[in-house]
């Protein structure tokens, strides 16, 4: 259950939806728009980049002591 509630932290803790709907609009009047774009707080980001950068096994450890999950 631990997990679960910081799921739900995260998940109600987010950006406002006309925060989205603003990038949305601008990605939409982009002459030239990109195929991916990362809409999220700095950590998410960070996350992200992460995932790209280090070993698949750092990152699952580091995701299992965010959520509390022990292996």
């Known amino acids: 259950m ?3 509630s910081i799921i739900e932290k995260d998940e109600t803790g ?6 989205l709907a603003r990038k949305i609009c601008r ?3 982009s002459p030239n ?3 991916k774009y990362v809409i ?3 950590e998410q980001k960070l996350a992200v980049f992460l995932n790209w950068i280090i070993p ?4 699952s450890k580091i ?3 965010h959520y509390g999950i022990n292996n």
């Open 40 to 42: 999220a707080s700095f």
């Open 14 to 19: 987010g950006q406002a939806p006309e925060v």
């Open 2 to 4: 631990k997990t679960l």
């Open 33 to 35: 728009p990109k195929q």
């Open 63 to 65: 995701l299992e002591s």
């Open 56 to 59: 698949w096994k750092w990152f």
């Open 27 to 29: 990605i939409v009047d």
